[in-house]
Structures are given as structure tokens and as C-alpha cells.
């Protein structure tokens, strides 16, 4: 919204129709749509009320605010502060005469989103999961991405076309087939989902002038009144359309390349059509595990949207500061003048590194272009206009002389380093994650106080603490902290990764502790690391140092006899070639009477074995549970796979663990 206009005449009459306004006024609304107020300084009410006035505003073609900062400003903020709201579980409602709406043929859903490839990892897990349960390998299942149309949700069941209302009702708004709107593609009638859109050219060509922008067009087509000049000439000449979802140009792959080839897949359907998009919508396309995840209230977890936050703003650089990071590299952040983005307010974004600093001239009084992708502190995205840089000599914290190290400048310093030692007793505490009281400043007074390592904190007691300045209360909630930390079980891995070795975070903690024990982690060879699926040559000689660098350090705290739980494979007893099922392929089918079938597939990988989702030449022993069905156990007898019950398999591996 452009700053101190206030509402458009069209956007008043909407709230005023529509009469959401309670805790807010029209000027509340501006205030809070040019940046004026904090999100986290509105009361929920008002939180509530500003999001119902930007949905319907949006849907009535007359958007207030970017999609972007709706998603991650204020139903973020509303989903922080109630997760379970309804406003967030359900289909965002058109604004519709109740007195004039239909039934739907169908439920019209709204869809996930995603910002980031993560994310999209995320469902695709999901997917897996149910997947698996079903049987189906996951590797040969197809997913379709199509472009996201930007234009106004309608379904079109041959008869009637509907609008999406609240995705239960709508209205019917056939009448757009009567004045003539097409259907894109084939243009045959009664292909179900689609939007009704205007083409981008023409839009520009045609109606940029008249009207602000396309959702605001794409409202004056489907009118109950006459329609206007505009609107009737774009229908007339073919610019807008009704477009199905099933014509829509699309890619179709299987997981591995969507994930390789992601950012060529979103680039090229996100410009392939002439029609405002504003994502990629990717789908899994296997009726069974589609029936079987179902939908929310709000969308099919089958499906998900991509999605760009496209809200970005210029800023200058006040000035570039060093700060040296736990592993001795020091990262550049760049201070910029206070700004408001995405309706929270930023006063620092990071470079990646001080190479990227330089190439790109991110020095003092530099133009950068920021957005904001979900992250506390933003990226820097663009140097608009760059400056002169002047590198930092000696490391902020001990003032050693800097190294490169590939990208980044390094302080060698780890054992003196302030930074560095109290960054990595801060990561320690963290990464226990059971314990409370060791933040930033605690860390740095222990520091100051002349307490450099982890194992000394532990031997700390509460007069000492007190004469470093903490308060008697503090200092005692501190010891009772430690001790506490020492006797609630925790994870093996979870203690390794607390030592922060570089490329040791807790997933690859975890992996290594599942081949070998803790105790012999410090006395591995590259080549023992390398087998280790997931690990590199590169990586495994990174280890070995990191892990020399931190054994004095972890081998004391060992001692202090942490209550820890220790990674499964080991706890079945011993090393992997002496398990049961090394090496087998084994395949679980039916309902399993013993606890859930991803528990029993769990511990078999456990005993060494690996576990198929479904029957092929491959499989050594297929574990039948009850309701099995048939062509399964006949494809089984017909390659010869050993086919044994549940309690048959029970009685086997209960004997191998004995
Ligand atoms: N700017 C604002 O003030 C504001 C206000 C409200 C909502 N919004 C935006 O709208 C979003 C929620 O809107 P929504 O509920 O319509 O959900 P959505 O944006 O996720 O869209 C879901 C709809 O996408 C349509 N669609 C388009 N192309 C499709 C394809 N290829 N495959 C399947 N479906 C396709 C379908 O009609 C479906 O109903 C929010 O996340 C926000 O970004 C913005
Ligand atoms: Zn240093």
C-alpha cells in the first residue's frame, strides 16, 4: 500500500459492507498497513480483526497489503500466539452474500504453503511416511508441480460455475459462461477446479491504466451487474478465461529429481504462462496415498504451494562488524539503518562471509536490498550500490591476526579466543538443551570470572558463582541446574553434538553413534568414518581433528557420569556384523498386533536389516500381520521370498537378541 493515501473509496466500502471492524477503525487499518504499528503491539483482538479485514479486502479484489507480509507478519503472529485458532484451520472466506450462497459439488480447500525448499522436504517425509504404510516404494511414486494461478478460484462441474466462498458454499456465478468467458485449453466445459484469470499482456496493454492491479479486474468480471467495457472486452477477445487446473501445463518426476532439479522445475512453470502466478503447486499423484492422507479442514496434505516472499526494501549500511563464531570464523553483519520489512523492524542483516563482502562491496554506507524469507535476521540479497571495504585485521574478540580459510576469515586462536570459548560453552548448554541458566551474559561473567572450560563450571559451587557477581538465588538455581543436567537421561548423540565439532551436529552425531559406540568415537580412522553412510573422505579427516581438538574437554565431562541413553544399535548388542537380520531385505505388510508397523521396521534396521516397502526379487523375508492381502503373499511364494507370521518373526529376533 502506498504510504499516507489511507484506504481507496472501493476498500472503505468493503469493510463497511462487510462490518469486521470492532477493536479497529478504517484509520487503525492504515496505520497498521504502511508499518505504522508493531505486530507484536497489537492486542489479539486487533490482530484478528486487521487479518479478517486484508482476507476480505483480498478477495474482493482489493488487496491491502502483499501476500508475503500477510502470511509472515500477522497470521504468523497469530499462529504464535494460538496455534489452534479457527481462523488459521480452515478455508479463508470470501466475503458472500450467505442469503444468495449454494452448496459446493464438492469441498473447495485452500492448500499448505511452503517458503522454502525445506519445507517442501518436510511433506515430501510425510508423503514417505504414508508411503511406507501403504507399501509403496517411495523412490517410484510421480509428483506433478503446476503453476499457481493468481486469479479468482471457480469450479466448474459442467452445469454451473461456482465461486470457492468458504469452500463448503459459494455463489453461482454461471453467468460469466452466459456472457461469453471461455474455457482455457480445450474449452471444454465441466473439468471441475480452475481460476478464472486475465492475461499479463493484456492486462498490461489494456487495463494497467484503469485499474491497480489484476485481482482487482478479475472482481469486475464476475459482477452481478452489467458488465463494464473493460471487463466485457477481455471476455470478448478471449484475455480472460476460465482456466482448469487440469489443463494447466505441469512437470511429473519422481522425488529425486524434484529435489535436484527444484529451482529449475519453480523457474520454468512459474513463467511458462502468460497469467499472473504466485507459485508452484506440487502434488502427490497416487490416488491410494492420496485417499489415505486425506485433508485438514484447510487443505489436502497431499499437496503443497511454493511460494516467494517477494517483499524486499533498499537500505544503507551503517557499517560491516566482525564477530568471531565458536569454530574461530568470523562472521560479517552488517548494522543498517533501523527499517521496517515485512512489518517487523531490522536493524542488522548478514553476509555470508567476508569473501562475498568483498566481491560484492559490502562496506560502510552501502545500498543492499534485504527480504525477508522467515529467518530472524535477514539476508542480504543484492548489493544495489556498493562501497569500499575495509577487511578487519585482527579477531574483534582476541585480537590475533586473521587467516583466510577458503571464504572466511579465521581467528586461530582457539584456546585463548574469548569468543570462541564462551560461544562454545553457550552451544554446550544449549545443545543439552536441560538446562537453564547459562545464556550469553551468565557465560561471559564465568568467563570473566576466569572459568574457561565446561568441566570447570561443573566444580563450581554457589559461593563461587556469588563471588562472581551473581546473585545467592541465581547462584544456587545455577547449581542445582548443573547437577540436574547430570542426572536427567539424555541422548548420546545429543552430549557428542554439544562439543559443536565441526560437521558433528546432532543428525550426524546420531548416524555415527548408530555404528559405533560413544566411547570409541575419538579412536576412529578416516576409513572407518567414510563407511558410515552419509560421510565424506573430506569430512571424515574434519572430524578426526575436531574431535582431537575437544577430547581432554569431553573425556573429563564423560567422567562426571551424564545419565545417558545410548544410540539403539549398540544397546542390541554389539557391533553390526554379529546382528540377526544383517543384510536381509525384509518387507512388513498387513496390521501388525505388536506395537506399529514403523516400530517393528525401526527395530529391524536395528538388527541390521534393511527394510523394503514392497515385494520384489530383492526381498529376503516378508512379515505378514493380519489382512493381508492376496496377490502380495502370491507375488511373495511366486519369487520364492521366505513369508513367516508375526509372532513366527517375534520368536526369531527375540532369539537373536537373547
Ligand atoms: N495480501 C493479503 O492481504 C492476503 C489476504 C488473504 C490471503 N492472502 C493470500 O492468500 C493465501 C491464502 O489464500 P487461499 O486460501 O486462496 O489459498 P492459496 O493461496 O493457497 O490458494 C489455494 C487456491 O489455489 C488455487 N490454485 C491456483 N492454481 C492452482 C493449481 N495449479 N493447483 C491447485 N490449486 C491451484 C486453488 O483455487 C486453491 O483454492 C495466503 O497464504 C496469502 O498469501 C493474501
Ligand atoms: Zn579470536
Same mark, same amino acid.
Not at 567476508?354 to 534485504?370: F, Q, T
Not at 579465521?410 to 544449549?430: G, M, R, V, W, Y
Given at each position: ?28 487499518? #492504515? ?41 509472515? #507478519? ?29 452448496? %459446493?459439488?464438492?469441498?473447495? +480447500? ?49 452445469? $454451473? ?7 463448503? /458454499? ?50 469486475? %468480471? ?15 477477445? &478471449? ?8 489443463? +494447466? ?25 502468460? @497469467? ?23 487443505? *489436502? ?50 553476509? *555470508?562471509? @567476508? ?7 559490502? =562496506? ?57 570459548? #564462551? ?23 564465568? @568467563? ?11 566444580? %563450581? ?11 545467592? $538465588? ?7 541446574? +548443573? ?36 566411547? /570409541? ?29 575437544? /577430547? ?8 562426571? &557420569?551424564?545419565? +545417558?541413553?545410548? #544410540? ?38 536395528? %538388527?541390521?536389516? $534393511? ?13 505378514? &500381520? ?13 519369487? =520364492? ?18
Amino acid at each position: 500500500m502506498k504510504k499516507g493515501v489511507g484506504l481507496r473509496a472501493a476498500q472503505r466500502q468493503i469493510l463497511r459492507d462487510n462490518d469486521v471492524l470492532a477493536a479497529l477503525d478504517e484509520r487503525d487499518v #492504515t496505520d497498521i498497513a504502511e508499518g505504522g504499528r508493531d505486530v507484536s503491539a497489537l492486542t489479539d483482538k486487533e490482530l484478528l480483526e486487521f487479518i479478517m479485514a486484508a482476507n476480505l479486502l483480498y478477495r474482493a479484489g482489493e488487496p491491502l497489503i502483499d501476500d508475503g507480509r500477510y502470511d509472515f #507478519t500477522y497470521v504468523a503472529e497469530l499462529r504464535k500466539r494460538h496455534p489452534e485458532h479457527p481462523f488459521l484451520h480452515r478455508v479463508e472466506p470470501e466475503p458472500l452474500a450467505l442469503a444468495k450462497s449454494v452448496e %459446493l459439488p464438492t469441498r473447495m +480447500l485452500s492448500t499448505e504453503k511452503a517458503y522454502d525448499f525445506e519445507t517442501i522436504t518436510r511433506w515430501a517425509t510425510r508423503i514417505e511416511k504414508a508411503a511406507a504404510e501403504l507399501g509403496f516404494a517411495f523412490d517410484r511414486l510421480r509428483f506433478r508441480a503446476t503453476p499457481k494461478l493468481d486469479g479468482f478460484a471457480a469450479y466448474d462441474d459442467g452445469e $454451473k460455475l461456482y465461486t470457492r466462498g468458504d469452500g463448503r /458454499r459459494g455463489t453461482d456465478i454461471t453467468r460469466a459462461f452466459e456472457r461469453g468467458l471461455k474455457v482455457a485449453g480445450t474449452g471444454e466445459r465441466g473439468q471441475g477446479a480452475g481460476e478464472i484469470v486475465v492475461s499479463r499482456s493484456y492486462f498490461a496493454s489494456h487495463l494497467a491504466a484503469l485499474f491497480d492491479n489484476s485481482r482487482n479486474f478479475q472482481a469486475s %468480471l464476475i459482477k452481478e451487474k452489467e458488465l463494464e467495457e473493460p471487463a466485457a472486452q477481455a471476455i470478448d477477445c &478471449g484475455a480472460a478465461v476460465f482456466y482448469p487446473f487440469a489443463q +494447466l501445463p505441469q512437470w511429473v518426476g519422481g522425488w529425486q529429481e524434484l529435489s535436484r532439479d527444484f529451482n529449475d522445475i519453480v523457474d520454468k512453470l512459474w513463467t511458462q504462462l502468460d @497469467y499472473d502466478v504466485d507459485g508452484i503447486v506440487f502434488e502427490m499423484t497416487e490416488d491410494a496415498i492420496k485417499e489415505y492422507m486425506g485433508a485438514t479442514r484447510h487443505h *489436502h496434505r497431499w499437496q503443497i504451494a511454493y511460494k516467494r516472499n517477494t517483499e524486499t526494501r533498499e537500505v544503507r549500511v551503517i557499517e560491516v562488524v566482525a564477530q568471531t563464531s565458536r569454530s574461530g570464523r568470523v562472521n560479517p553483519v552488517a548494522e543498517i539503518e533501523p527499517t521496517r520489512l515485512s512489518g517487523a523492524l531490522i536493524k542488522r542483516a548478514t553476509a *555470508h562471509h @567476508y569473501a562475498m563482502v568483498l566481491a560484492k562491496g559490502i =562496506g560502510a554506507g552501502a545500498m543492499i536490498r534485504l527480504s525477508r524469507s522467515g529467518e530472524v535476521i535477514p539476508k542480504i540479497e543484492e548489493v544495489v550500490e556498493p562501497k569500499e571495504v575495509v577487511l578487519p585485521q585482527s579477531c574483534p574478540s582476541c585480537g590475533s591476526d586473521l587467516v583466510w580459510e577458503g571464504d572466511y576469515l579465521t581467528c586461530l586462536n582457539i584456546l585463548d579466543c574469548p569468543a570462541q570459548i #564462551t560461544n562454545s560453552i553457550e552451544h554446550f548448554f544449549k545443545t543439552l538443551g536441560n538446562i537453564d541458566g547459562f545464556g550469553p551474559s551468565s557465560v561471559s561473567r564465568i @568467563y570473566q570470572g576466569g572459568t574457561r572450560r565446561i568441566r570447570d563450571i561443573y566444580s %563450581l559451587e554457589e559461593q563461587d558463582l556469588v563471588a562472581l557477581g551473581f546473585g545467592p $538465588k541465581q547462584a544456587q538455581n545455577m547449581v542445582e541446574q +548443573l547437577q540436574r543436567s547430570l542426572v536427567e537421561p539424555i541422548e548420546d548423540w545429543r552430549f557428542l553434538a554439544a562439543f559443536g565439532v565441526h560437521r558433528m551436529g546432532m543428525g550426524n552425531c546420531e548416524k555415527l553413534l548408530s555404528v559405533f559406540p560413544l566411547t /570409541r568415537v575419538f579412536a576412529l580412522t578416516a576409513e572407518e568414518i567414510v563407511e558410515v553412510k552419509g560421510f565424506s573422505d573430506k569430512s571424515a579427516d574434519e572430524i578426526i581433528k575436531g574431535f582431537s581438538a575437544v /577430547r581432554s574437554e569431553f573425556e573429563a565431562l564423560y567422567a562426571l &557420569g551424564f545419565n +545417558l541413553i545410548v #544410540t539403539s544399535r549398540q544397546k542390541e548388542g554389539g557391533d553390526r556384523s554379529g546382528a540377526i537380520l544383517e543384510g536381509k531385505t525384509v518387507v512388513f505388510t498387513g496390521t501388525m498386533s505388536r506395537g506399529s508397523r514403523s516400530d517393528m521396521q525401526a527395530q529391524a534396521k536395528v %538388527l541390521g536389516a $534393511k527394510v523394503g516397502s514392497s515385494v520384489t526379487t530383492k526381498t529376503d523375508l516378508l512379515v505378514c &500381520g493380519e489382512k493381508v492381502g492376496a496377490a502380495k503373499l502370491q507375488k511373495a511364494r511366486t519369487l =520364492g521370498v521366505k513369508i513367516v507370521s508375526e509372532q513366527e518373526y517375534l520368536g526369531m529376533v527375540a532369539g537373536a537378541e537373547s
